[in-house]
């Protein structure tokens, strides 16, 4: 994308989030429908395992926000509590359930944290740019571990409440967390190259520790789905109104089908496979989108 066309001029860099960029790998059309379309298209009803782990998230966030003589762990379970939001649960039965089966996991996931140990930052939203692209995104947990043998590192924590268990193949080749780490290191001038996914309803850990190698992949990698997604909203702009816009943002149906925000508007979509309902995500054996999933397990 070259700016108003002059020759010598600087490219401009494309902005994005991790999320923007899986988004094209998954599925064009769901990208434009995402982040293209004018009026934006309009959405399916919400998520249980979205308000869930949303529920959890912010529990957490505002547990370390608290002074630290109030970081108890009956204080994480009463913003479980205040903060639960009850959209996309079946009934009211099936929303009681599942908040107290967190505030049991998030009292449980703090009893085994140092209210003293403070994090380098809570959702904190890092960004970084090369020539390419100017990428953002917001970590749940930055932690500041000085431990022996790594002094003041950095280490960027993701936590993750599907009940759908990963590996640490998937803290290792998450793009997400690689970008975090960049970003991090880069506006905190430290190093990190540590990342964590705290999956909580099993208490499991699981960890990666990137070389300076495996990041610049990761960089690359980025830059390389970003520049797909700038060529394809510079064509979408070049679509006349009215006109379908397929060909540049065709779907790519599969079984994730069912659980897309605008399975509704897609006919293709919806041949891929039934509907999920809005709760399906809360089954241990249904592994939701965004269900990435402490014994420890650790990679290298």
Not at 18 to 45: E, F, N
Not at 251 to 277: F, H, S, T, V
Request: with cysteine; net charge positive.
């Amino acid at each position: 994308m070259e700016q108003l066309g002059f020759d010598g001029m600087p490219r401009r860099l494309y902005s994005c989030t991790p999320t923007r960029l899986s988004t094209w790998l998954d599925c064009p059309r769901r990208y434009r429908m995402s982040y293209l379309d004018r009026p934006p298209a309009a959405k399916g009803p919400p998520w249980a395992h979205n308000s869930l782990g949303a529920s959890v998230h912010n529990a957490l966030a505002g547990w370390w926000r608290l002074p630290r003589r109030e970081r108890t762990v009956p204080a994480a379970g009463d913003l479980l509590d205040s903060g639960w939001i009850g959209d996309g649960f079946a009934d009211e039965a099936q929303s009681v359930a599942h908040r107290r089966r967190c505030r049991e996991m998030v009292e449980g996931y703090v009893a085994g944290l140092d209210p003293a140990a403070e994090p380098a930052g809570v959702e904190r939203t890092v960004a970084t740019r090369t020539d390419v692209i100017a990428v953002s995104g917001r970590i749940d947990r930055l932690d500041d571990r000085r431990t022996a043998g790594r002094p003041g590192e950095l280490v960027v924590v993701d936590y993750k409440t599907g009940r759908y268990r990963l590996t640490v193949d998937d803290a290792r080749s998450s793009l997400a967390l690689a970008l975090y780490a960049l970003a991090a290191g880069r506006v905190l001038r430290r190093p990190c190259s540590r990342v964590e996914l705290h999956h909580l309803p099993s208490g499991s850990v699981l960890r990666w520790d990137h070389s300076e190698q495996s990041l610049a992949r990761q960089l690359r990698r980025a830059e390389d789905i970003a520049a797909e997604c700038a060529a394809a909203d510079e064509r979408f702009k070049a679509i006349p109104a009215g006109a379908p816009a397929d060909e540049a943002f065709p779907p790519r149906p599969g079984p994730g089908c069912g659980w897309c925000d605008y399975r509704a508007q897609c006919p293709e979509g919806m041949a891929a496979g039934p509907a999920r309902r809005p709760w399906d995500g809360l089954a241990a054996d249904e592994p939701a989108p965004g269900h990435a999933a402490l014994h420890s397990l650790s990679g290298s």
